[in-house]
């Protein structure tokens, strides 16, 4: 970036803080770069590809010159590609209103830190991006009959027990599996799960919905590709439906890597996993 003044920096990080400003729910780095443009004027040179990259010199630019704002807690990027703005960034934007100001901060945090250097970051955080697109495209090219097998696999390496799964000519409804706590179902505690797959967010009314399939004794989980509504997720976030858990792909995502290991060969075939080592961030 040595061609790149501290001032224009400083000016492409506060058009991303401006564009991710009121969503606390955050934006994937792909929305962010694609909403850019639109914020502020970039220049020939900055939309021009580089490459060493195959990037826009823009997105390069902030790709490196965002990795100080994460040290510094100002900005938090996550292993999926999706960036939120922390309450010390909301605070540091309007502490620091000199955009120069602003981004030499995070320099000073970055550098006082001793962490490694911003282009083996950036590698690590596009791998990261890429990797995650290409895991959701495999989702959505699911059918929703390996979807149940996939969801059973997962329940039975959490030491749970499938009892039933729904046929494929079964009518899509309300339950797709059952599961047990006990080899046996001596307990008589059942798991009951739906998968939802290739259709719309999931909203509160088809939560509230699914709990009415629920008896005294059952916990529901809800297995959505398309996820679940703002005012659904908020409102199983307060505890109304305690007895219900819900699971998009990135969070199925997560325990199926949490427990690939306990998973068989065959179960992992229909999502394989192979980690690749980088030089880590932390010191």
């Known amino acids: 970036m040595s061609n790149v003044t501290i001032k224009r920096v400083g000016e492409l990080l506060r058009s991303v803080f401006e564009i991710l400003w009121n969503k606390p729910e955050g934006l994937t ?116 009959t390996k979807l149940q097998s996939m969801l059973a696999e997962l329940l039975r390496a959490m030491e749970y027990y499938p009892s039933w799964i729904a046929p494929p000519e079964k009518d899509r409804g309300h339950i797709d599996l059952i599961a047990f706590v006990d080899p046996i179902g001596a307990k008589g505690r059942r798991i009951i799960a739906q998968v939802k797959h290739k259709g719309q967010a999931v909203t509160l009314e088809g939560v509230r919905s699914f709990s009415l399939t629920l008896g005294s004794n059952d916990y529901g989980l809800v297995f959505s590709t398309g996820g679940f509504t703002n005012e659904a997720m908020r409102v199983m976030a307060s505890g109304a439906f305690e007895k219900i858990t819900a699971l998009d792909t990135s969070a199925f995502f997560d325990l199926w890597k949490q427990y690939y290991s306990k998973l068989n060969q065959d179960a992992r075939h229909l999502l394989p996993l192979k980690s690749i080592y980088f030089l880590s961030r932390d010191p």
């Open 29 to 144: 780095a792909r929305e962010v770069f694609s909403l850019l443009p639109k914020t502020i004027k970039l220049t020939e040179e900055e939309l021009r590809y580089s490459a060493a990259t195959n990037l826009p010199r823009y997105e390069r630019v902030v790709r490196l010159a965002t990795i100080p704002l994460v040290h510094a807690g100002w900005l938090t990027k996550t292993e999926k590609g999706r960036w939120y703005i922390t309450e010390d960034g909301y605070q540091a934007c309007k502490r620091f209103v000199n955009v120069q100001d602003f981004y030499k901060e995070a320099m000073r945090l970055f550098e006082q830190r001793r962490q490694p250097p911003p282009e083996s970051v950036m590698v690590l955080e596009i791998a990261q991006e890429s990797a995650w697109i290409q895991i959701e495209k495999h989702f959505q090219q699911l059918r929703h």
